[in-house]
């Protein structure tokens, strides 16, 4: 079966998400990254432009969700993942991890996020998985569904007791994008919901075993 999501976009481009086994393991210390949200930025926001840069910033999405065994996990309660932090890919140095390991093989897509095999990379607490490679679906309260797979691991010092979400922020998913091609309001927000993922996270499942290619 095939679920699509429309957003509105400059150009009319459908990208199709596909499931593919990652078999990378966690085995370096966790590198923390964070991205503070300055409450002023929004204030000074004009609201027309705020419109229009969100439509240029917008994506299309469609996933062949295949035959897979999906896990749901649990969300912490009184948070909506609404606010969703990013961090640039080249924050993650140490040659040596397999976080930097697995940037190797990823790439930029048109709007600055890092991808592989089709999989958003983000960061995310040690409640979900403390393995980089593990893959995620990801579901918002617009309807939109997409895959991830976790290119680095929260560090537990900067989350809740839950380790589920950063306290500072209730940010629970940080994306690992290329901040010379993220989207200017994206940028000035702090937030990649700006960006074509705006929303209140539903649902965090994670991906079991085998799937179709």
Same mark, same amino acid.
């Given at each position: 079966m095939v679920f699509s999501i429309d957003f509105k976009h400059d150009n009319d481009k459908t990208e199709t998400l596909k499931f593919?086994?990652?078999?990378?393991?966690?085995?370096?210390?966790? *590198?923390?990254?964070?991205?503070t949200f300055d409450e002023n930025v929004s204030e000074n926001v004009n609201g027309t432009n705020v419109l229009q840069e969100q439509l240029f910033c917008s994506t299309n999405v469609q996933i062949d969700r295949g035959s897979i065994e999906r896990v749901n996990?649990? *969300?912490?309660?009184? $948070?909506? &993942? #609404?606010?969703?932090?990013?961090?640039?890919?080249?924050?993650?140095s140490d040659s040596g991890s397999m976080q930097y390991k697995l940037q190797q093989q990823a790439?930029?897509? #048109? *709007?600055?996020?890092?991808?592989?095999?089709?999989?958003?990379?983000?960061?995310?607490?040690?409640?979900?998985?403390?393995? $980089? &490679?593990?893959?995620?679906?990801?579901? *918002?309260?617009?309807?939109?569904e997409f895959t991830a797979t976790i290119g680095d691991i929260k560090d537990n010092k900067h989350t809740n007791s839950t380790n589920q979400y950063i306290e500072k922020n209730l940010n629970m998913i940080e994306f690992l994008v290329d901040d010379n091609v993220l989207c200017n309001l994206a940028l000035k927000m702090g937030d990649v919901s700006y960006a074509g993922f705006e929303g209140e996270i539903v649902s965090i499942e994670k991906i079991i075993g085998g799937v179709e290619q």
């Open positions: 593919q086994h990652s078999e990378f393991q966690k085995s370096e210390p966790n *590198l923390t990254s964070m991205h996990m649990e *969300l912490p309660e009184n $948070v909506s &993942g #609404e606010f969703k932090t990013y961090m640039d890919y080249r924050m993650i790439y930029t897509d #048109e *709007l600055g996020f890092r991808r592989i095999n089709d999989d958003y990379l983000i960061a995310i607490g040690t409640f979900y998985s403390e393995n $980089v &490679g593990d893959r995620f679906i990801v579901t *918002l309260d617009t309807g939109l």
